[in-house]
């Protein structure tokens, strides 16, 4: 017996006995016989009467549209004929064995008629404008489908050729339903089949004058929806292969989230602006009998999909999806002359009107100095044209400057009923494009406040959805993140990374995702978010070379909002490339010197590429590792503080060697202690040189405002000048040889009764210095530990007593954790809601 206790059945499947329940299946539902088979236990619910609605087979209507074109354009159409042909035949073997049977000689029959009516067409040019003959080619996969759909559900069930009932007519929006006709048809055919459960043909349908014609593209949904009128039906399900209508078009976004509620309002603004999912006038002809349509999934039953119903509950955001129309222009009427002359506007839309011209987006500004309509790409030119003429005589008298037209737009378009009323909302999807660095052509909201839509260019739209979707909590807040140079600190940072991001995620809804990963020769790019605990196994000797700009560009990529890299190299060539990324709107933090330090021409272009990005780029850990050093001078001179004086120790190797020395153990013993205890680099010259120091002091000085490179530092090495340039072995061997002047000094500092410290010195008039310095015993310096850094700002407001910052200022963990605190400073601007929340 199993442990688990039964699920109670979901609300909808306790729902009372229903008299009449449409089920529509789309083409995903009916992609193979396997899929087909499923339908009987998927209706198996307790109306009596089960009308169910199909498409064609997935992909048939495609393929249904190119034979027919390829006929129009005297092409070869028989290989596609002949493979809709196999594939149909071949899934009628699942419910009948015999190709003789009735099932094969009524789809050889319909395929016979396709085959007909494609011969038509490619013989007779003149045949080409007669709409019915390509209707029928488009609607023969709901003709086939219907048979075998009708087969899976049992000879019980009836088939409805939708064409013998349902009478439409052509308008502006799409078919229009002749509601009487069509009642009067499907009662007749009702006496004389009886009350039985039916499978219906979508998609198709004759006009007024017997002519076969369909509901336009995705226009099986908007059968199901009549057939429910007609019917008089009191539920309509629509299957599909998704779990219901979700926030986004999941291709797309691929962290929307399923509805578990809409109104018909919000269902019908979202299928207009293009979400897939549901035809855009499905709801209209059950929106008038309030029936409940659920939109579910084939492929995952379990799930209790979408309940589209008059009202629906507020949902935790005021933004119920978001949706995308691609190929759009905007047309716009600019002048002067149009200040307050009344009419205006309603002449521009008559112009476009009669042009056949539709209009998905209207924007005035109040000054009515130029009117501006977005409409579809293919119509343009048209509407160009029209507004132009309309406007002839305008533009001759100058009034209008004339029509600006703007193509390879597209319009992206928030939903919400929870939008009426709710201050904030534009506020925050024009913050989430703005930090998408998403320009925004038009906007427009309707009067009813339950659709804001703004045009974009159509490069942008994937970005700019992803954006959208995160500013209102859909998803978190996403950075795509890089990081380059896995050596300790690197390596330190992804196990941080490893242990908070799920809590980030949590608690402050920012989504760190590592997508690349490189080291010196090698990189590795990876689509869906790594794990940065396993990641670094990654980069072995499979992994590509690294190039460092397919690097940035794939962090930077079409779609995530928000892009980062995190350079824990020593590489002054990986710096090289900041301006590029930083322009390029891509964030970079790093504890890496060589850009703050380095060539001062480069500086500046690093820092006109941070304005220009609008991206920001954080330095922190480059001096004194996870110590609030850079922040605390730049508090202190953005709140108005003029700096004197930078004096300190920056270097956690020397600290520790100055602090352990006292003249008991020779200096060269603690220099290789400090190597053994790994506190040095691995060649101890690169610390004694005093170089690291002044690089950092370098950066505190540029901070600070000041033009200070590294040769106008004066740097005392403490390395003898005869051993620069030898091995290090060599160099090691001979380490003795720093000890007796090192003693010297040492004692003459006694003597004065001070003590040596290596210390950083920036002064008032620019003059800066690195070496090592007698201290009297009271001076903050002698008071360290360790490998304590010690940075003591003098200032105007810090006079007398100056700001110190103190604490351990090297090692990975530490210099990981001030990296880790600039990643988070930007995640914060971003929107991210860090910080402790008390339970
Ligand atoms: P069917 O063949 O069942 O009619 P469609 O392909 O026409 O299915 O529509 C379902 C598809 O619509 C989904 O697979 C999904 O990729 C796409 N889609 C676009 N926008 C949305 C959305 N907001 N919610 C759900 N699906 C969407
Ligand atoms: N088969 C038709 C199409 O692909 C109708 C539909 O699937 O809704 O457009
Ligand atoms: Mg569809």
Same mark, same amino acid.
């Given at each position: 017996?199993s442990? %688990?206790?039964?699920?109670?059945?979901p609300a909808?499947?306790r729902?009372?006995?229903r008299?009449?329940?449409?089920?529509?299946?789309g083409?995903?539902s009916?992609a193979?016989?396997?899929?087909?088979?499923?339908?009987a236990?998927?209706?198996a619910?307790?109306?009596?009467?089960?009308?169910?609605?199909?498409?064609?087979?997935a992909?048939t209507?495609?393929?249904l549209v190119a034979?027919g074109?390829?006929?129009?354009a005297?092409e070869?159409?028989?290989?596609g004929?002949?493979?809709?042909?196999?594939r149909?035949l071949?899934t009628?073997?699942?419910?009948e064995?015999?190709?003789?049977? *009735?099932?094969h000689?009524a789809?050889e029959?319909? #395929?016979?008629?396709?085959?007909r009516?494609l011969?038509t067409l490619?013989?007779?040019?003149?045949?080409?404008d007669?709409d019915?003959t390509?209707?029928?080619?488009?609607?023969?996969?709901?003709? +086939?489908?219907?048979?075998?759909?009708?087969?899976?559900? /049992?000879?019980?069930?009836h088939?409805l050729?939708a064409?013998?009932?349902?009478v439409?007519?052509?308008a502006?929006?799409?078919a229009?339903? @002749?509601?009487?006709?069509?009642?009067a048809?499907?009662?007749a055919?009702r006496? *004389?089949?009886?009350?039985?459960?039916?499978?219906?043909?979508?998609f198709v349908?004759?006009d007024?004058?017997?002519? @076969?014609?369909t509901?336009?593209r995705n226009?099986s949904d908007?059968?199901a929806a009549i057939?429910? &009128? +007609?019917? @008089?039906?009191?539920?309509?399900?629509i299957?599909?292969?998704?779990d219901g209508?979700?926030?986004?078009?999941?291709?797309?976004v691929p962290d929307?989230?399923?509805?578990?509620a809409?109104?018909y309002a919000?269902?019908?603004?979202l299928?207009?602006?293009?979400?897939?999912?549901?035809?855009?006038?499905?709801?209209?002809?059950?929106?008038?009998?309030?029936?409940?349509?659920r939109?579910?999934?084939s492929? &995952?039953?379990a799930a209790?999909?979408?309940?589209?119903?008059?009202?629906?509950?507020?949902?935790?955001?005021?933004v119920? /999806?978001l949706?995308l129309?691609?190929?759009?222009?905007?047309?716009?009427?600019?002048?002067?002359?149009?200040?307050?002359?009344p $009419?205006m506007?309603?002449?521009?839309?008559?112009?476009?009107?009669? *042009?056949?011209?539709?209009?998905?987006?209207?924007?005035?500004g109040?000054?009515e100095?130029?009117?501006?309509?977005?409409?579809r790409? =293919?119509q343009?030119?048209?509407g160009?044209?029209?507004?132009?003429?309309?406007f002839a005589?305008a533009?001759a008298e100058?009034?209008?400057? $004339?029509?600006?037209?703007?193509?390879?737009l597209?319009?992206?378009?928030a939903?919400g009923?929870?939008?009426?009323?709710?201050?904030?909302v534009?506020?925050? +999807?024009?913050? /989430?494009?703005?930090?998408a660095?998403v320009n925004?052509?038009?906007i427009?909201?309707g009067?009813?406040?339950r659709n804001?839509?703004?045009?974009?260019?159509?490069?942008?739209?994937?970005?700019? #959805?992803?954006?959208?979707?995160?500013a209102f909590?859909l998803?978190?807040?996403?950075?795509?993140?890089?990081v380059?140079?896995?050596?300790?600190?690197?390596?330190?940072?992804l196990?941080?990374?490893?242990?908070?991001?799920p809590?980030?995620?949590?608690?402050?809804?920012?989504?760190?995702?590592?997508?690349?990963?490189?080291s010196?020769r090698?990189m590795h790019l990876?689509d869906?978010?790594?794990?940065?605990?396993t990641?670094?196994?990654?980069? @072995?000797?499979?992994a590509?070379?690294?190039d460092?700009?397919a690097?940035?560009?794939h962090?930077r990529g $079409?779609?995530?909002p928000?892009?980062?890299?995190?350079d824990?190299?020593a590489?002054?060539?990986?710096?090289?490339?900041?301006?590029?990324?930083?322009?390029?709107?891509?964030?970079?933090?790093?504890?890496n010197?060589h850009?703050g330090s380095g060539?001062?021409?480069?500086?500046?272009r690093?820092?006109d590429?941070r304005?220009?990005g609008?991206?920001?780029f954080l330095?922190?850990?480059?001096?004194?590792?996870?110590?609030?050093?850079i922040?605390?001078l730049? &508090?202190?001179l953005?709140t108005?503080?003029?700096l004197?004086?930078i004096? /300190?120790?920056?270097?956690g190797?020397?600290?520790?060697?100055f602090?352990?020395?006292?003249?008991r153990r020779?200096?060269?013993?603690?220099v290789?202690e400090a190597?053994a205890?790994?506190?040095? =680099?691995?060649?101890?010259?690169d610390?004694?040189? $005093?170089l690291d120091v002044?690089?950092?002091?370098?950066?505190l000085?540029?901070?600070?405002?000041?033009? #200070?490179?590294?040769?106008? %530092?004066?740097?005392?090495?403490?390395?003898? =000048?005869?051993?620069? =340039?030898v091995p290090?072995?060599?160099?090691?061997?001979?380490?003795?040889?720093?000890?007796?002047?090192?003693?010297?000094?040492?004692?003459?500092a006694?003597?004065?009764?001070?003590?040596?410290r290596?210390i950083?010195h920036?002064?008032a008039?620019?003059?800066?210095?690195v070496?090592?310095r007698a +201290?009297?015993?009271?001076?903050?310096?002698?008071?360290?530990?360790?490998?304590?850094?010690?940075v003591?700002?003098?200032? *105007?407001r810090?006079?007398? &007593?100056?700001?110190?910052?103190?604490?351990?200022?090297a090692?990975?963990q530490?210099?990981?954790?001030?990296?880790?605190?600039?990643?988070?400073?930007?995640a914060?601007?971003?929107?991210?809601r860090?910080?402790?929340?008390h339970?």
């Amino acid at each position: 017996m199993s442990a %688990v206790a039964p699920l109670d059945p979901p609300a909808f499947a306790r729902a009372p006995q229903r008299a009449c329940h449409v089920h529509k299946f789309g083409g995903s539902s009916l992609a193979d016989a396997a899929h087909i088979a499923r339908l009987a236990a998927l209706v198996a619910t307790d109306a009596r009467l089960r009308p169910v609605v199909v498409s064609a087979m997935a992909g048939t209507t495609n393929a249904l549209v190119a034979l027919g074109d390829a006929a129009c354009a005297g092409e070869d159409w028989k290989p596609g004929w002949a493979a809709l042909r196999t594939r149909h035949l071949e899934t009628a073997d699942a419910f009948e064995s015999d190709t003789g049977g *009735a099932l094969h000689i009524a789809l050889e029959a319909d #395929l016979g008629v396709l085959a007909r009516d494609l011969q038509t067409l490619e013989a007779h040019a003149d045949a080409r404008d007669d709409d019915a003959t390509l209707a029928r080619i488009h609607g023969c996969g709901e003709q +086939l489908s219907s048979r075998l759909a009708q087969a899976a559900l /049992g000879p019980e069930w009836h088939r409805l050729d939708a064409r013998e009932v349902l009478v439409v007519h052509a308008a502006e929006m799409g078919a229009v339903v @002749d509601w009487d006709a069509s009642r009067a048809k499907l009662a007749a055919w009702r006496l *004389a089949h009886g009350a039985r459960d039916v499978v219906i043909t979508g998609f198709v349908a004759r006009d007024a004058d017997g002519r @076969d014609t369909t509901l336009g593209r995705n226009g099986s949904d908007y059968s199901a929806a009549i057939f429910a &009128n +007609l019917f @008089d039906a009191d539920a309509l399900t629509i299957w599909t292969d998704v779990d219901g209508v979700l926030s986004a078009d999941p291709r797309l976004v691929p962290d929307a989230v399923c509805l578990d509620a809409m109104s018909y309002a919000e269902a019908c603004e979202l299928a207009y602006f293009g979400a897939k999912v549901l035809h855009p006038q499905t709801l209209a002809p059950v929106q008038s009998r309030g029936v409940p349509v659920r939109i579910r999934n084939s492929r &995952n039953p379990a799930a209790p999909g979408t309940l589209i119903a008059p009202e629906a509950a507020p949902a935790a955001s005021p933004v119920k /999806g978001l949706s995308l129309v691609r190929d759009v222009a905007v047309l716009e009427l600019v002048g002067n002359g149009l200040v307050g002359v009344p $009419g205006m506007a309603e002449r521009l839309f008559a112009a476009l009107h009669g *042009a056949g011209v539709s209009v998905t987006m209207i924007s005035q500004g109040s000054s009515e100095h130029s009117i501006c309509c977005v409409v579809r790409a =293919e119509q343009a030119q048209r509407g160009h044209d029209a507004i132009v003429e309309a406007f002839a005589d305008a533009i001759a008298e100058g009034q209008a400057q $004339g029509v600006a037209m703007t193509g390879d737009l597209c319009v992206l378009a928030a939903v919400g009923d929870g939008m009426v009323g709710a201050q904030g909302v534009a506020a925050r +999807l024009f913050d /989430g494009l703005a930090q998408a660095h998403v320009n925004i052509r038009a906007i427009a909201q309707g009067a009813s406040e339950r659709n804001i839509s703004v045009a974009i260019a159509q490069d942008d739209a994937t970005r700019a #959805l992803r954006a959208a979707h995160a500013a209102f909590w859909l998803s978190p807040q996403t950075v795509s993140v890089g990081v380059i140079g896995p050596g300790n600190v690197g390596r330190a940072l992804l196990a941080q990374l490893g242990e908070v991001i799920p809590a980030l995620r949590a608690r402050a809804g920012v989504d760190l995702r590592l997508r690349a990963l490189a080291s010196g020769r090698r990189m590795h790019l990876a689509d869906a978010a790594l794990d940065p605990a396993t990641a670094g196994t990654l980069l @072995d000797e499979a992994a590509a070379a690294c190039d460092l700009d397919a690097f940035a560009a794939h962090v930077r990529g $079409g779609h995530l909002p928000h892009a980062m890299i995190v350079d824990c190299s020593a590489s002054d060539a990986v710096a090289a490339k900041y301006a590029d990324w930083l322009a390029a709107g891509i964030h970079v933090v790093t504890p890496n010197k060589h850009a703050g330090s380095g060539d001062w021409q480069r500086y500046l272009r690093i820092a006109d590429a941070r304005a220009q990005g609008a991206s920001r780029f954080l330095y922190e850990a480059t001096v004194g590792a996870g110590l609030p050093v850079i922040v605390t001078l730049r &508090n202190l001179l953005d709140t108005g503080d003029s700096l004197h004086a930078i004096d /300190g120790m920056l270097s956690g190797t020397l600290a520790w060697l100055f602090n352990s020395y006292d003249g008991r153990r020779p200096f060269s013993e603690l220099v290789r202690e400090a190597q053994a205890l790994g506190y040095t =680099e691995p060649d101890p010259r690169d610390d004694l040189s $005093g170089l690291d120091v002044a690089r950092k002091l370098v950066i505190l000085a540029r901070e600070a405002g000041r033009t #200070l490179s590294l040769d106008d %530092v004066a740097i005392e090495s403490l390395v003898p =000048e005869a051993l620069r =340039e030898v091995p290090l072995a060599v160099f090691l061997e001979r380490l003795r040889e720093l000890d007796a002047p090192m003693q010297a000094r040492l004692e003459a500092a006694r003597a004065d009764g001070c003590g040596l410290r290596h210390i950083a010195h920036l002064g008032a008039d620019g003059e800066a210095s690195v070496g090592v310095r007698a +201290l009297p015993a009271d001076h903050a310096c002698m008071h360290t530990r360790l490998t304590d850094n010690l940075v003591q700002f003098t200032t *105007a407001r810090y006079a007398d &007593n100056p700001l110190v910052v103190q604490g351990p200022g090297a090692g990975p963990q530490v210099t990981a954790a001030g990296v880790f605190g600039d990643v988070l400073s930007i995640a914060h601007a971003l929107g991210a809601r860090t910080g402790w929340r008390h339970a």
